[in-house]
C-alpha cells in the first residue's frame, strides 16, 4: 500500500490509521504500566514495586513522551508512512536497553513486556502492509532473543513463542485483507474497463450519427453540383456550411481525447465574437435567424488562448441555432463584470431546455437534442474552466435559452 505515497486518498486512509494508532499505542502502554507496576503492587503481592528505580526508570517513558512531537511533525508533513516504523524502533530499542539494564548480572527471574506489542501486531494487517507486518514480526521476536542472549535467560522463550503464534494469526489476517483488496480491485478494473467500452460504444454511435448527415448532405450537393452549368454555384455555400459542422464536430473529439496545452495570449474578444458569427452567419440566415451584438465599448483585452475561445462561441452559437430551426433572434452581450472580469452572454428565443436536464449539460454524452453527441457544452466547460472561468445556463422551457461565460481579465497563475 506504500507503493504510491503520493497518492492523496492513500495518504488520507494512512493518517486516519496512524492517528487511531497513536491514541491507543500511548493510552494502553501507560495504563499498562500504571497498572501493572503501580496500582497491581499496592493492592496485591504481584507486580513489581521497584520498575521505577532499575533499569531507564521514569526516563524511559519521556523518551517515549519525547518521540510523540516528532509522529505529529512526519504526520502533519504528509509522510505518515514513516512515523509507525519511528514509533516501534524507538519502542523496541529502548525497550531491549531497559531489559539489559533491568537484569544483566542478575538472578531475577525475567517478567518483561507490555501490551502494546500486541497493538502492533493487532495493527500490522490493518496498515496493509507485508514491509511493516514483517519489520514488526522479526522485531519483536528478534527483542526477545536479543535480550535473552544478552542477559544469559532462558526465560525469554515464553513470550518470544507467544509473540510467534499471534504473528502467525496476524499473518492469516494480513492475507485475507489483501485477497479482499486483490478482488476488489479486480471487479474495480473489471467494471471501469466495461465502462470505457460502454464509453466507447456510445461514442461511436454519436460520431457515426452526428457526421454521417452533412456528409450525406454533401455528397448529394456535389451530384447536384455536377449536374448543374458551371457558373451556378447555389450550393457552394451549402456545402461549406456542412463542412464546418463536420470541423466542430471533429474538433471536440480531439479535444476531449488528446486535450491541448493552453496557449495564453492577449486577445481581442471583440475579434473572437465576430470570427465565429462570420463561421455561423450563413447558418443563420439559411434558418431564418438574426444575429445581434450588443458589446460594451472599450472592453480590454484579455489574456486567454484565442483558438479555445473561439472553439467556445461557435459551440454556443451552433446550440442557440439548433434550438431555433424556424427562426429567431440570438443576441450576444459583452460588458465587463465584478472583480477585473469579462461577462459574455448568448441569449436565443428557442425551445429552451428544462430545469431539470440544465445540472446535466456539461456531462459527457448527455444531450437534450435529437441528433446532439453531448460534447459541446461539456467541451465549453472544461475550456472556461482552464481558464479559471465559470459557465451559467439560464432556461425557460418554451421561451429560450441564456449561457453566460465568466472569464478574468488576466489569468491568475497556475504554477
Same mark, same amino acid.
Given at each position: 500500500?506504500?507503493?504510491?505515497? %503520493? ?10 490509521? +496512524? ?24 493492592? =496485591?503481592?504481584?507486580?513489581?514495586r ?11 517513558? +519521556? ?21 509507525k516504523?519511528i ?6 530499542s529502548?525497550?531491549?536497553v ?22 502492533? @501486531?493487532?495493527?500490522?494487517? /490493518? ?21 535473552? /542472549?544478552?542477559? *544469559? ?33 479486480k ?6 474497463q %466495461? ?6 460504444? %456510445? ?13 450525406a ?26 463542412i464546418?459542422?463536420?470541423?466542430? /464536430? ?15 495570449? @492577449? ?12 463561421i455561423m ?33 461557435i ?8 434550438a ?17 472580469t469579462?461577462?459574455? =452572454? ?6 429552451? +431546455? ?7 449539460? =456539461? ?8 441528433d ?9 466547460? *472544461?475550456? +472556461?474552466n ?23 481579465i ?6
Open positions: 500500500m506504500e507503493a504510491d505515497e %503520493q497518492c492523496p486518498k492513500l495518504i488520507f486512509e494512512e493518517k486516519k490509521a +496512524i492517528k487511531l494508532f497513536l491514541w491507543l499505542f500511548y493510552f494502553f502502554y501507560f495504563t499498562y504500566s500504571l497498572v501493572w507496576y503501580y496500582i497491581i503492587p499496592k493492592y =496485591t503481592s504481584y507486580g513489581d521497584k520498575y521505577f528505580d532499575e533499569g531507564l526508570g521514569i526516563w524511559l517513558y +519521556i523518551l517515549l513522551i519525547s518521540l510523540l512531537p516528532i509522529a505529529i511533525y512526519y504526520y502533519k508533513k504528509r509522510n505518515p508512512y514513516a512515523v516504523y514509533l516501534f524502533i524507538v519502542f523496541v529502548t525497550d531491549i531497559d531489559n539489559i539494564l533491568r537484569y544483566a548480572g542478575t538472578s531475577k527471574q525475567f517478567a518483561s513486556g507490555n501490551i502494546v506489542e500486541v497493538l502492533f @501486531l493487532i495493527f500490522a494487517p /490493518i496498515f496493509v502492509n507485508k514491509r511493516y507486518f514483517w519489520v514488526i514480526s522479526f522485531g519483536l521476536i528478534g527483542k526477545y532473543f536479543i535480550i535473552g /542472549i544478552l542477559i *544469559h535467560n532462558s526465560d525469554v522463550i515464553i513470550p518470544a513463542v507467544s509473540i510467534a503464534v499471534i504473528v502467525v494469526i496476524s499473518y492469516i489476517l494480513l492475507t485475507r485483507f489483501f485477497s479482499y483488496i486483490s478482488t476488489l480491485t471487479v474495480h478494473n473489471d467494471l471501469r %466495461q465502462e470505457k467500452l460502454a464509453v466507447v460504444g %456510445q461514442m461511436a454511435a454519436s460520431i457515426a450519427h452526428e457526421i454521417r448527415n452533412p456528409l448532405s454533401l455528397k448529394g450537393f456535389v451530384q447536384l453540383q455536377q449536374e448543374r452549368p458551371p457558373e451556378n454555384r447555389d450550393y457552394f455555400p451549402i456545402m461549406i456550411q456542412e464546418d459542422r463536420i470541423n466542430i /464536430i471533429v474538433n471536440d473529439l480531439m479535444y476531449i481525447s488528446k486535450p491541448k496545452t493552453v496557449q495564453m495570449q @492577449l486577445a481581442n474578444l471583440q475579434e473572437i465574437i465576430s470570427y465565429t458569427i462570420s452567419e450563413y447558418q443563420a440566415e439559411a434558418q431564418g435567424v438574426t444575429i445581434d451584438t450588443m458589446l460594451e465599448e472599450s472592453l480590454p483585452l484579455i489574456k486567454c488562448d484565442e483558438k479555445h475561445l473561439k472553439q467556445v462561441f459551440n454556443l452559437l451552433k446550440n442557440a441555432l439548433e431555433m430551426p424556424e427562426g429567431g433572434m440570438i443576441r450576444i452581450f459583452g460588458k465587463r463584470g465584478h472583480n477585473s469579462i461577462v459574455v =452572454t448568448v441569449e436565443d428565443n428557442g425551445s429552451g +431546455i428544462k430545469q431539470v436536464d440544465i445540472p446535466r449539460l =456539461t456531462q459527457p454524452f448527455y444531450t437534450t437534442k435529437k446532439g453527441t453531448g460534447l459541446g457544452l461539456m467541451v465549453v466547460n *472544461h475550456i +472556461i482552464e481558464h479559471h472561468g465559470h459557465l451559467t445556463v439560464d432556461s425557460e422551457l418554451g421561451k429560450g435559452t441564456k449561457v453566460s461565460v465568466t472569464l478574468p488576466k489569468q491568475k497563475d497556475r504554477s
